[in-house]
């Protein structure tokens, strides 16, 4: 990195350090460092020679700051043509759709929902503060509630037949981990957390591992961390693993926003 470069990320401590009261000069200049970044410059992290990963965190800091500095524009998919019943959702207030976030018209997305890469059908209501991380898909009906996480690749299940079924809800501070699929009206409640890969349909038998006790079918339950476990079932042909819902932990007041804080950092983009 030449040294002009290694100056320019140096004043991403600096711009850090007055972040909540930055000169008009520091949106061109944190654009300047993410053109660093872009251009494979800067890192934000890297293998060293000893194979240790060393973090640099005036790139880091470089792209919260983005966050905090860059305005909202909006832009077009190019050449990209659909062919449809629907149209797609016009931008809401307040709301952030990165290109190829792809929201159906009759989709609801509160103010402050950023909804990356992803898939949202329609009917889907989407309330404030929740992100929709890549490859996510928010099927029709499905009820995510406020400052919810939906990870990369997680599977929100519709339910938009049969038309009395319950659809998915996924209720206000829940956190739903990589490629986790919650479908058939299943339920996570408020605050719970998924880990990644969970599998939870209407039918999944829940078990809370301190206790033993077996909990309500198809439920996260509230503020507590949960993960896929399997439970063993006697068939004629034998002794089978079945994939069930463990709820490994229940969340104090005190830890109940640990692994937010991230997230904090990207909502707060207006
Ligand atoms: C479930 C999760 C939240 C638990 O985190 P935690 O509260 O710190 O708990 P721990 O990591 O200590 O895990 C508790 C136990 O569950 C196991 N476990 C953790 N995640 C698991 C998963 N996804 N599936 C199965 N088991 C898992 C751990 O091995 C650990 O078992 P052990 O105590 O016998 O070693 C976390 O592991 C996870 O999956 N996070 C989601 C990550 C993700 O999808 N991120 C997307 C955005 S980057």
Same mark, same amino acid.
């Given at each position: 990195?030449?040294?002009?470069a ?32 872009d251009?494979?410059v ?7 020679e ?73 009917? @889907? %209501? +989407?309330?404030?503060g ?5 490859? /996510?898909? $928010?099927?029709?009906? !499905?009820?995510? *509630? ?13 339910v938009l ?6 659809p998915?809800?996924?209720?206000d501070? @829940? %956190? +739903? ?8 009206? /299943?339920? $996570?409640?408020?605050? !719970?957390?998924? *880990? ?5 349909t ?69």
């Amino acid at each position: 990195m030449t040294a002009a470069a290694t100056a320019l990320l140096d004043e991403a401590d600096e711009l850090w350090e007055r972040r909540d009261a930055l000169p008009g000069t520091a949106t061109e200049r944190v654009r300047a460092m993410i053109e660093l970044v872009d251009s494979g410059v800067a890192r934000s992290a890297r293998v060293d020679e000893a194979g240790d990963v060393v973090v640099d965190e005036r790139v880091k800091r470089a792209i919260l700051l983005a966050f905090r500095l860059f305005p909202m524009a909006e832009s077009h998919a190019g050449e990209f043509r659909y062919v449809d019943r629907l149209p797609l959702k016009a931008p809401a207030a307040g709301v952030r759709i990165v290109p190829g976030g792809i929201v159906r018209w009759g989709a609801h997305l509160a103010p402050g929902v950023t909804v990356m890469p992803s898939f949202t059908n329609i009917g @889907a %209501f +989407v309330d404030e503060g929740t992100m929709i991380d890549t490859w /996510a898909t $928010v099927g029709s009906c !499905a009820q995510i *509630g406020k400052r919810v996480h939906l990870s990369g690749g997680s599977g929100i299940g519709g339910v938009l037949e049969p038309i009395g079924a319950t659809p998915v809800v996924v209720e206000d501070d @829940a %956190f +739903v981990g990589s490629r986790a699929l919650v479908v058939e009206g /299943a339920r $996570v409640r408020c605050g !719970a957390k998924l *880990g990644a890969g969970v599998v939870l349909t209407a039918s999944t038998r829940v078990y809370d591992v301190e206790t033993g006790e077996e909990l309500p079918r198809g439920e996260a339950p509230a503020w507590s961390v949960c993960v896929s476990g399997t439970r063993i079932r006697s068939f004629p042909g034998g002794d089978f693993g079945m994939s069930c819902l463990l709820v490994v932990k229940r969340l104090a007041e005190s830890e109940r926003h640990d692994k937010t804080t991230l997230d904090e950092v990207f909502r707060a983009h207006r």
